[in-house]
Each structure stands twice: as structure tokens, then as C-alpha cells.
């Protein structure tokens, strides 16, 4: 079975916000725990429980992000959380998929998770930060 899997790599994705980047760090580790899991052929139930876990905690990261963005005046406010709103929802909609003895649908969970977490963190985020940043946040 094929793993996906996201590899930290401080050069491309550190932003330079800490609360940012200790979030995005912790998403990825979530992301590939759920990964491994479905590689080693863990059963639909704790897949479930896993992407459950991973939902919540990016529901609580959308949340501080946009705070951040009302905050500090983030003019792309709208279209980030609209960005986030759709991961979320895709989300949800992929974790009803898993089903018991369905490992080609928990593969395509995984991979559209590492796909969806490395392209939120280099590109939405990576455009917040340099906003963020040039407001003095770190």
C-alpha cells in the first residue's frame, strides 16, 4: 500500500509566525500519523478517529488564523476563510468515505490531506505570513 507522507522542512516552511508555525508543524505530524495508520492497514474505525482528531485540530488552527487576519487587517480575509471553509468541507466529506474494507478510499484520504496541508501552508499561509509580518507580528 502507498504511503504519503510530509516531510518538515524548516526552509520552506517556517513562515516566521511561531503560533503559525508550531500549528503547521503539528498538522503535519496529525496528517501522517493518519497516514502511517492507513498504510499499515488500520481498521476504517480508527482511521475514522484519526481524521476526526485531525479535523478538530484544524478547525481550532482556521479559527486562529482568521483571528489573526481580523486582527492585524488581512485585506484577503474573505477568500482565506472561504479557502479554509472548502478544506473543511472536502474534509468532512472524504472522512465519510471511509468505509470498512475500502483501503483504496483511505489511500485517496491520505493523499489528498499531504496534497491539501503542504499547499495550505506554501501558499495561503505563506502569503498571510508576509502580511503578518510586515504588521511587526513573529
Given at each position: 500500500?502507498?504511503?504519503?507522507?510530509?516531510?518538515?522542512?524548516?526552509?520552506?516552511?517556517?513562515?516566521?509566525?511561531?503560533?503559525?508555525?508550531?500549528?503547521?508543524?503539528?498538522?503535519?505530524?496529525?496528517?501522517?500519523?493518519?497516514?502511517?495508520?492507513?498504510?499499515?492497514?488500520?481498521?476504517?474505525?480508527?482511521?475514522?478517529?484519526?481524521?476526526?482528531?485531525?479535523?478538530?485540530?484544524?478547525?481550532?488552527?482556521?479559527v486562529h488564523e482568521e483571528s489573526l487576519m481580523r486582527e492585524y487587517g488581512f485585506p484577503g480575509l474573505e477568500t482565506h476563510a472561504a479557502e479554509h471553509e472548502e478544506v473543511l468541507r472536502e474534509a468532512l466529506t472524504?472522512?465519510?468515505?471511509?468505509?470498512?474494507?475500502?483501503?483504496?478510499?483511505?489511500?485517496?484520504?491520505?493523499?489528498?490531506?499531504?496534497?491539501?496541508?503542504?499547499?495550505?501552508?506554501?501558499?495561503?499561509?505563506?502569503?498571510?505570513?508576509?502580511?503578518?509580518?510586515?504588521?511587526?507580528?513573529?
Open positions: 500500500m502507498q504511503k504519503y507522507y510530509l516531510a518538515w522542512d524548516d526552509s520552506r516552511h517556517i513562515l516566521g509566525i511561531a503560533s503559525m508555525d508550531r500549528q503547521h508543524r503539528e498538522l503535519m505530524d496529525r496528517v501522517n500519523d493518519l497516514a502511517e495508520a492507513v498504510a499499515h492497514g488500520c481498521d476504517c474505525e480508527q482511521a475514522r478517529l484519526r481524521m476526526e482528531s485531525l479535523i478538530s485540530f484544524t478547525q481550532g488552527h482556521f472524504l472522512m465519510e468515505a471511509l468505509s470498512p474494507g475500502n483501503a483504496g478510499r483511505a489511500i485517496l484520504v491520505t493523499a489528498f490531506l499531504t496534497d491539501c496541508a503542504e499547499n495550505h501552508i506554501l501558499n495561503e499561509d505563506k502569503e498571510l505570513a508576509q502580511y503578518l509580518l510586515g504588521k511587526g507580528l513573529s
